[in-house]
């Protein structure tokens, strides 16, 4: 969603960014704050800090470009097969 945000906000200073577009763009805005506001809350009351290591995750990715993402992509895979093989200790 954090991404979604901030491409949101990144169209903002484009010229595709007319009438129509605002207008939606404000209202999905308004919406996914008022949707996600309980279920944030809740987290955050939980575990304080998760939040912002999820939001220096998305920055981190965010900044990388398609060559990064495709070695990053390529150790998730090899970590989560890791995780499914049998542990013979």
């Given amino acids: 969603m954090q991404a979604?945000?901030?491409q949101m906000d990144?169209?903002?200073g484009t010229s595709l960014y007319k009438l129509q577009l605002k207008y939606m763009m404000n209202k999905?805005?308004?919406l996914l704050e008022y949707t996600l506001r309980n279920p944030l809350?809740?987290?955050d009351k939980e575990d304080p800090d998760l939040l912002t290591?999820?939001?220096s995750n998305i920055e981190l990715v965010m900044g990388m470009d398609?060559?990064?993402l495709a070695m990053l992509r390529q150790e998730v895979d090899e970590y989560r097969a890791g995780k499914d093989e049998p542990n013979d200790s």
């Fill in 4 to 6: 979604t945000l901030e």
């Fill in 10 to 12: 990144n169209l903002r």
């Fill in 28 to 30: 999905l805005e308004v």
């Fill in 41 to 43: 809350n809740s987290l």
């Fill in 53 to 55: 290591r999820i939001q």
């Fill in 66 to 68: 398609l060559e990064e």
